[in-house]
T-cell receptor, first 115, second 114 residues
Framework: EAQVTQNPRYLITVTGKKLTVTCSQNMNHEYMSWYRQDPGLGLRQIYYSMNVEVTDKGDVPEGYKVSRKEKRNFPLILESPSPNQTSLYFC??????????????FGQGTRLTVV | QKEVEQNSGPLSVPEGAIASLNCTYSDRGSQSFFWYRQYSGKSPELIMSIYSNGDKEDGRFTAQLNKASQYVSLLIRDSQPSDSATYLCAVKGAYGGSQGNLIFGKGTKLSVKP
């Protein structure tokens, strides 16, 4: 079954304690991305990756890091989380190429609370 | 700053009626347009994509695109209570890199009353 798997689903942490949210896809997609979703602000892209070892900033990258060492995995790293990073996070994997590429596969979401 | 605008709603329609969801976008170079459905607490689910001016139908859903007016809409015929969700409009530019990334609207909440 084609899927994007995120872990953990829920996480409560304290300010400053480094954390990683994992994302894995089994569809051999080249393009992967991370979004955060906040009430009244919608979905905003944090980082994206067009292939292994190729990553770039989205609209709200501050406070986040990513890596893409393997095609299937795209972890999101918060080196020093702060309360304003409390949000619902989604990893997405894209099918198609060029103009037809679209984020058709989203992970289940990770609800992060930073206290 | 590329923007995608949607009415936040809630849009309330009776069961069996047509629900009309609208979206405008600011980037004239946009080439790809998508509608996602998101149930509360769940991940977005792609339901329609449209690339050319005109209408595209898929079951009870019809997407309409007017690039001259920078307007895209989603019609849901014979609305059902199970259609109650937030509908996200997303737009993508023609180019690679960051210009090829999706820009999402904030979503319209639809409520279908039995």
């Amino acid at each position: 079954e084609a899927q994007v798997t995120q872990n953990p689903r829920y996480l409560i942490t304290v300010t400053g304690k480094k954390l990683t949210v994992t994302c894995s896809q089994n569809m051999n997609h080249e393009y992967m991305s991370w979004y955060r979703q906040d009430p009244g602000l919608g979905l905003r892209q944090i980082y994206y990756s067009m292939n292994v070892e190729v990553t770039d900033k989205g609209d709200v990258p501050e406070g986040y890091k990513v890596s893409r060492k393997e095609k299937r995995n795209f972890p999101l790293i918060l080196e020093s989380p702060s309360p304003n990073q409390t949000s619902l996070y989604f990893c997405a994997s894209s099918s198609g190429i060029g103009i037809l590429r679209t984020e058709a596969f989203f992970g289940q979401g990770t609800r992060l609370t930073v206290v | 700053q590329k923007e995608v605008e949607q009415n936040s709603g809630p849009l309330s329609v009776p069961e069996g009626a047509i629900a009309s969801l609208n979206c405008t976008y600011s980037d004239r170079g946009s080439q790809s347009f998508f509608w996602y459905r998101q149930y509360s607490g769940k991940s977005p689910e792609l339901i329609m994509s449209i690339y050319s001016n005109g209408d595209k139908e898929d079951g009870r859903f019809t997407a309409q695109l007017n690039k001259a007016s920078q307007y895209v809409s989603l019609l849901i015929r014979d609305s059902q209570p199970s259609d109650s969700a937030t509908y996200l409009c997303a737009v993508k530019g023609a180019y690679g890199g960051s210009q090829g990334n999706l820009i999402f609207g904030k979503g319209t909440k639809l409520s279908v009353k039995p």
